[in-house]
């Protein structure tokens, strides 16, 4: 089945510690894609990557990091700078970088940090 | 002024009813214009693209108003499955097309 995963669905640190989310994808997609929802709030984007080894920042980068080293992988990287890191961190990716395209999103990481 | 507003809702209906939510977006460049589903804590998923010239799938209908600078999105005959978030979003050029979702719009349909 072609989809996007993503691993762990729930994840628990302590405040301080750096934590990797994992996101893969076997659709073949250029475009991938990082967003942070917040309870009652929108998605917000953090991270956008249109092509291997190339990624750029989106509203709320800051805090955050990514890699993009092959197409099928989007790991994203949550530092111990990010405030407020307790959030639905959710992984998308989309066939086209033109804006036009459907995007597919995984089941989602619940982070909580304490 | 947010570039993509949406009434959060929630819209409460019973089974069998018309229910219709608008989502306006800021920016009259933007180009794309799609609604998304999302149950409780769950992924979104693609409802719907909404083209220039409206578009229809079954139960729901997309409308865009340029002039307005606003999308709908009707949904009749509500069944107890229709019960979700409703995300609105946009995508405008201008280097490279991201999309930005609104808050979303929480409807609840009841027996």
């Known amino acids: 089945d072609g989809g996007i995963t993503q691993s762990p669905k729930y994840l628990f640190r302590k405040e301080g510690q750096n934590v990797t989310l994992s996101c893969e994808q076997n659709?073949?997609?250029?475009?991938m894609y990082w967003y942070r929802q917040d309870p009652g709030q929108g998605l917000r984007l953090i991270y956008y990557?249109?092509?291997?080894?190339?990624?750029q920042k989106g509203d709320i980068a800051e805090g955050y990091s990514v890699s993009r080293e092959k197409k099928e992988s989007f790991p994203l990287t949550v530092t111990s700078a990010q405030k407020n890191p307790t959030a639905f961190y959710l992984c998308?990716?989309?066939?086209?970088?033109?804006?036009?395209?459907?995007?597919?999103f995984g089941p989602g990481t619940r982070l909580t940090v304490t | 002024r947010k570039e993509v507003e949406q009434d959060p809702g929630p819209f409460n209906v019973p089974e069998g009813a018309t229910v219709a939510f608008n989502c306006t977006y800021s920016?009259?460049?933007?180009?794309?214009f799609f609604w998304y589903r999302q149950d409780c804590r769950k992924e979104p998923k693609l409802l719907m693209s909404?083209?220039?010239s409206g578009n229809e799938d079954g139960r729901f209908t997309a409308q865009l108003n340029r002039a307005s600078q606003y999308i709908s999105l009707l949904i009749r005959d509500s069944k107890l499955s229709d019960s979700a978030t409703y995300l609105c979003?946009?995508?405008?050029?201008?280097?490279?097309?991201?999309?930005?979702f609104g808050r979303g719009t929480s409807l609840i349909v009841h027996p």
């Open positions: 998308a990716s989309s066939s086209g970088t033109g804006g036009n395209d459907e995007q597919y």
């Open positions: 659709l073949n997609h250029d475009a």
């Open positions: 990557s249109q092509i291997v080894n190339d990624f």
């Open positions: 920016n009259s460049a933007s180009q794309s």
């Open positions: 909404v083209y220039s």
């Open positions: 979003v946009v995508t405008t050029p201008g280097g490279s097309y991201i999309p930005t």
